[in-house]
């Protein structure tokens, strides 16, 4: 069973930046594809960006685009979503997912972590 953690989040101003963390544990995560989504009050979960772990090949939502990047550390075990020039419309709960290769479903996910953009 795998079971992921993230952190990170926060209560930031809009233009700045917050680093997310999401650590799994549980089981390698190499042959598994990362996901990060969120969720606005009264609005339904959206997609954010996705990296398949073994070869680190990333894939934004068009809003993020040039302001989000994920990651990961091998080393660390730990997957990254770095967010700079965040917008009051990114507030929302994070949340970190995992679905192995050639799945669809994310079948791991995280407790989620609360962003925060003041305007």
């Known amino acids: 069973q795998v079971q992921l953690v993230e952190s990170g989040g926060g209560l930031v101003q809009a233009g700045g930046s917050l680093r997310l963390s999401c650590a799994p544990s549980g089981d390698t995560l190499i042959n598994y594809v990362m996901g990060w989504f969120r969720q606005a009050p009264g609005k339904e979960r959206e997609f954010v960006a996705r990296?398949?772990?073994?070869?680190?090949?990333?894939y934004y939502a068009d809003s993020v685009k040039g302001r989000f990047a994920i990651s990961r550390d091998n080393a660390k075990n730990t997957v990254y979503l770095q967010m700079n020039n965040l917008k009051p419309e990114d507030t929302g709960v994070y949340s970190c997912?995992?679905?192995?290769?050639?799945?669809?479903?994310?079948?791991?996910w995280g407790q989620g972590t609360q962003v925060t953009v003041s305007s």
């Open positions: 990296i398949r772990w073994s070869v680190g090949t990333a």
């Open positions: 997912a995992a679905r192995p290769l050639a799945t669809t479903d994310y079948k791991f």
